[in-house]
Nanobody, 119 residues
């Protein structure tokens, strides 16, 4: 199973980016999917969540600016980021926690994609 993020880059304040997370293996459709980010010298933080039913939740810092979505048929998820601010800078990771009958929960992470918002 692999998760691969893409879509990061350098953008000016107020700009937009659309991140993608592509998964191999059938782990996306039955599970919630999260986007996390980690700014330099800071802990990783949860940014957005989408459940298997499509319910969403966001960190207060990104509400109204970010939108998480998923395409189960393509095993992909996206994070549309608008009105970007310098404090949104960081490495963005997608995460899926898959539950196996025998071994229980396993967390899958991608290697991340860098978002750099210039002021």
């Amino acid at each position: 199973v692999q998760l691969v993020e893409s879509g990061g880059g350098l953008v000016q304040t107020g700009g937009s980016l659309r991140l993608s997370c592509a998964a191999s293996g059938n782990i996306v459709s039955p599970n919630s999917l999260d986007w996390y980010r980690q700014a330099p010298e800071k802990q990783r933080e949860l940014v957005a969540t989408i459940t298997s039913a499509g319910s969403t939740d966001y960190a207060d810092s990104v509400k109204g600016r970010f939108t998480i979505s998923r395409d189960n048929a393509k095993s992909t998820a996206h994070l549309q980021m608008n009105s970007l601010k310098p404090e949104d800078t960081g490495v963005y990771y997608c995460n899926v926690r898959h539950y196996y009958a025998v071994i229980g929960a396993v967390d899958y992470w991608g290697k991340g994609t860098l978002v750099n918002v210039s002021s």
